[in-house]
């Protein structure tokens, strides 16, 4: 079932009047699109699931933390949502945003902790030939363009920025992500688009989670 038109006009007039007291009027139409979405994520849950296994889902509250923020704004003006994955040997988790002019599928490893980057780049440094491939496949290209995330401007510590895989070496995150433009999102196969985008980037995550799971003579360490 697609999404109702609505639940993204609400976003629109939410952006448009973000305080309380437009919000406490307006709280019946946040709800009933809060509840729309959560039909939509239980569709693309029940989707993922015939291929990944997911420990649960989470979507987050429209309600911003303002205390340490210049930006006073009381609402956020978009609903996510974050897929995780089930067990310690699957890394990665997916993420669904949903805005107004700015909704995108993605997921990745955002802030993976010194140990796990550490471990990354290790791998990277000793043979980058296997993300290479998966960054050249046809489904990666062609959902996802290429792999994103912040990095560091030159070299890591006990790293060269002459290495020929500097490039991945110096990531902090490693994300991916697939824009929607609003009539895509309104379609009525756009559960099928996110699952299949989530899909396309399971080649990645089973070898990033190879790799965390292992140290770089293969042995497992999990």
């Known amino acids: 079932m697609p999404l109702a038109k609505d639940s993204f006009n609400f976003l629109k007039d939410l952006a448009a009047n973000n305080n309380r007291d437009w919000f406490n009027e307006h709280k019946p139409r946040f709800q009933a699109a809060k509840s729309d979405v959560e039909s939509l994520i239980a569709e693309i849950v029940e989707g993922l699931s015939k291929t990944d296994e997911l420990e649960g889902h989470k979507l987050f509250r429209i309600y911003r933390d303002v205390r340490f923020s210049k930006n006073k704004d009381p609402y956020k003006t978009y609903f996510g949502t974050y897929f995780k994955r089930a067990g310690k040997l699957r890394r990665g988790g997916y993420y669904l945003h949903l805005e107004p002019g700015n909704s995108f599928a993605g997921g990745g490893f955002w802030d993976p902790n010194p140990r796990d980057l550490k471990r990354i780049r290790d791998e990277f440094a000793a043979d980058d030939k296997p993300m290479r491939e998966i960054l050249a496949g046809k489904s990666f290209k062609k959902y996802f363009g290429t792999l994103q995330g912040d990095e560091v401007k030159t070299a890591p510590k006990g790293f060269s920025r002459e290495h020929?895989?500097?490039?991945?070496?110096?990531?902090?995150?490693?994300?991916?992500?697939?824009?929607?433009?609003?009539?895509?999102?309104?379609?009525?196969?756009?559960?099928?688009?996110?699952?299949?985008?989530?899909?396309?980037?399971?080649?990645?995550?089973d070898y990033m989670s190879d790799v965390l799971t292992t140290n770089l003579n293969g042995e497992r360490i999990v």
């Open 164 to 205: 020929p895989a500097i490039d991945l070496i110096r990531k902090k995150q490693f994300l991916a992500t697939r824009k929607f433009n609003d009539r895509e999102v309104l379609s009525a196969n756009f559960a099928k688009e996110v699952v299949k985008t989530f899909e396309a980037m399971r080649p990645w995550f």
